[in-house]
């Protein structure tokens, strides 16, 4: 097989999508910039109290509150981990990212409880344990189109076998991806693989529960399809009123496309195509069959 | 995602759905059914009175990149801002035709 790393979206692959820009993303995203879906608790929350709601209702689930130290895969724009260190009084988060404007956004933070690295998951080596770690909007990007079921699978297991040695016993994690719900792997749209998001497929939920097995049990799963179309339909329209303003930053076809991505992906909640799962895990400190 | 189909290639054409058939107003319901009968028509590259417009977009072979693209003209020719998801609440040229003319009538209220 394959070195995995190999099998999953390459930096260049990601940088595709994210270097267009912070100040393209901030046209359209949230105040915080969090890229992927909300959480709604009633029909008169706005995006950015959305957003909100999706971060503390993560750091709920695994007990955040108090914590040494909080390892985030995926950071972004780091919006979740200054939550966490001035709302849950972490003390040490690390977040790491493979896009070096995701870096220079959070050092504008200047908040000395946060570490970010330009790192990919797979090489992470942490100077010590975690407590808690979330990945969010990073399984999507795990696995490429065109390699088998079971090298998916390896990746998906690799996650969480990495997670589970960085880990403190008792550690929890906290998973947000989108998932395949009523399609196969050959439904995945070519303008989405091509344009969008290259070398990216999507796990589905059995991917995910089959890859923790003996490594994590599950304490909250929810899926939550709605909110990502809801929160899509914000994006979209934050965008259509920010044209002007898009274009001149990243130039017409740019923005068409992804106004374009960000309708194809509602179909794609809203026809049951994707899902957006949202899972807690609590680590198995004694595995069986080790 | 639904698989990509011919439909998005002709969608995305430079000749967008012929524009001198379509150059008629969103007044009433009879003037919606008739763009999207020939906006089909144009993808379909058949004859107008050909569409059945009581069946579904998707077995016309409408997938969801035609979807945003039907859309995105609709849009440009009402004047108001829809959900692609709307060929799939309302999934036949009647079924839309009633809803978009309701979207017309509370926008001019």
């Given at each position: 097989?394959?070195?995995?790393?190999?099998?999953?979206?390459?930096?260049?692959?990601?940088?595709?999508?994210?270097?267009?820009?912070?100040?393209?993303?901030?046209?359209?995203?949230?105040?915080?910039?969090?890229?992927?879906?909300?959480?709604?608790?009633?029909?008169?929350?706005?995006?950015?109290?959305?957003?909100?709601?999706?971060?503390?209702?993560?750091?709920?689930?695994?007990?955040?509150?108090?914590?040494?130290?909080?390892?985030?895969?995926?950071?972004?724009?780091?919006?979740?981990?200054?939550?966490?260190?001035?709302?849950?009084?972490?003390?040490?988060?690390?977040?790491?990212?493979?896009?070096?404007?995701?870096?220079?956004?959070?050092?504008?933070?200047?908040?000395?409880?946060?570490?970010?690295?330009?790192?990919?998951?797979?090489?992470?080596?942490?100077?010590?344990?975690?407590?808690?770690?979330?990945?969010?909007?990073?399984?999507?990007?795990?696995?490429?189109?065109?390699?088998?079921?079971?090298?998916?699978?390896?990746?998906?297991?690799?996650?969480?076998?990495?997670?589970?040695?960085?880990?403190?016993?008792?550690?929890?994690?906290?998973?947000?991806?989108?998932?395949?719900?009523?399609?196969?792997?050959?439904?995945?749209?070519?303008?989405?693989?091509?344009e969008i998001f290259p070398e990216s497929d999507l796990p589905s939920q059995a991917d995910i529960v089959r890859a923790r097995e003996h490594l994590f049990e599950i304490t909250r799963m929810r899926n939550d399809r709605t909110h990502y179309?809801?929160?899509?339909?914000?994006?979209?329209?934050?965008?259509?009123?920010?044209?002007?303003?898009?274009?001149?930053?990243?130039?017409?076809?740019?923005?068409?496309?992804?106004?374009?991505?960000?309708?194809?992906?509602?179909?794609?909640?809203?026809?049951?195509?994707?899902?957006?799962?949202?899972?807690?895990?609590?680590?198995?400190?004694?595995?069986?069959?080790? | 995602?639904?698989?990509?189909?011919?439909?998005?290639?002709?969608?995305?054409?430079?000749?967008?759905?012929?524009?001198?058939?379509?150059?008629?107003?969103?007044?009433?319901?009879?003037?919606?059914?008739?763009?999207?009968?020939?906006?089909?028509?144009?993808?379909?590259?058949?004859?107008?009175?050909?569409?059945?417009?009581?069946?579904?977009?998707?077995?016309?072979?409408?997938?969801?990149?035609?979807?945003?693209?039907?859309?995105?003209?609709?849009?440009?020719?009402?004047?108001?801002?829809?959900?692609?998801?709307?060929?799939?609440?309302?999934?036949?040229?009647?079924?839309?035709?009633?809803?978009?003319?309701?979207?017309?009538?509370?926008?001019?209220?």
């Amino acid at each position: 097989m394959e070195n995995s790393a190999s099998l999953g979206a390459s930096v260049q692959a990601l940088e595709y999508h994210y270097n267009i820009g912070n100040e393209f993303y901030e046209l359209w995203l949230d105040k915080s910039l969090s890229y992927t879906s909300a959480l709604y608790r009633s029909d008169d929350d706005t995006l950015e109290q959305a957003q909100t709601h999706k971060v503390d209702y993560h750091f709920e689930e695994i007990h955040l509150r108090g914590v040494e130290r909080l390892l985030d895969v995926g950071c972004g724009w780091g919006g979740q981990l200054q939550r966490a260190t001035t709302h849950y009084d972490v003390k040490h988060a690390v977040g790491l990212t493979l896009n070096e404007p995701h870096i220079d956004w959070i050092g504008n933070f200047n908040n000395p409880r946060i570490k970010v690295r330009l790192e990919n998951w797979r090489d992470h080596k942490p100077d010590e344990p975690y407590d808690r770690i979330c990945a969010w909007g990073v399984l999507e990007h795990a696995a490429r189109p065109g390699i088998s079921d079971a090298e998916k699978q390896a990746i998906y297991r690799e996650f969480f076998e990495l997670c589970h040695g960085w880990l403190k016993p008792g550690g929890e994690v906290s998973v947000q991806t989108i998932t395949y719900e009523n399609a196969t792997r050959a439904d995945l749209n070519a303008f989405i693989e091509q344009e969008i998001f290259p070398e990216s497929d999507l796990p589905s939920q059995a991917d995910i529960v089959r890859a923790r097995e003996h490594l994590f049990e599950i304490t909250r799963m929810r899926n939550d399809r709605t909110h990502y179309e809801r929160t899509l339909r914000e994006w979209r329209h934050r965008l259509r009123a920010n044209a002007a303003a898009a274009t001149d930053l990243v130039g017409e076809d740019a923005v068409k496309k992804y106004e374009k991505y960000l309708s194809l992906f509602m179909i794609g909640f809203h026809t049951a195509t994707m899902n957006l799962s949202r899972f807690a895990f609590k680590r198995i400190d004694t595995p069986r069959g080790r | 995602m639904a698989t990509d189909q011919i439909t998005e290639a002709n969608s995305e054409s430079e000749a967008a759905p012929a524009q001198d058939a379509l150059s008629i107003s969103p007044d009433n319901l009879a003037d919606i059914r008739t763009w999207l009968t020939s906006y089909l028509a144009f993808l379909l590259e058949e004859e107008p009175g050909s569409i059945d417009t009581e069946r579904s977009f998707d077995s016309h072979g409408i997938d969801s990149a035609a979807a945003v693209s039907l859309v995105g003209d609709l849009e440009d020719w009402m004047g108001i801002e829809l959900d692609p998801t709307i060929v799939y609440d309302y999934p036949s040229i009647d079924q839309l035709a009633d809803f978009l003319m309701t979207r017309m009538n509370e926008s001019a209220a």
